[in-house]
């Protein structure tokens, strides 16, 4: 999405350094799904939770590409009066 509306240039470094990030985060959730009933969260089940912080940084994510776009495109230069 940075790459589409900021024209943003990602190196390999960024790349492997997502994709590690990534794969991190599948181990949680196939350890949270995998993990025996007994062993649920005690608010709830584990995948809920995972479900709700995988959206809530989703949601994170796209606000501060939309600001940084918004920036760029017209709202960067204030002047004064």
């Known amino acids: 999405m940075p790459r589409a509306l900021l ?6 470094g960024h790349i492997i350094a ?4 990534v794969f991190g985060l599948a181990l949680t959730v196939l350890c949270d799904a995998y993990s025996s009933p007994a062993a649920s ?9 995972d479900f ?3 959206t ?3 949601l994170y ?12 495109v017209g709202g960067g230069s204030r ?3």
């Open 7 to 12: 024209g943003a240039h990602y190196t390999i």
């Open 18 to 21: 997502c994709l590690v990030c």
């Open 41 to 49: 969260a005690p608010g709830g089940p584990a995948w809920l939770g």
């Open 52 to 54: 709700m912080v995988l």
């Open 56 to 58: 809530s940084a989703t």
């Open 61 to 72: 994510a796209v606000s501060n590409v939309w600001q940084e776009r918004i920036m760029k």
């Open 79 to 81: 002047q004064s009066e």
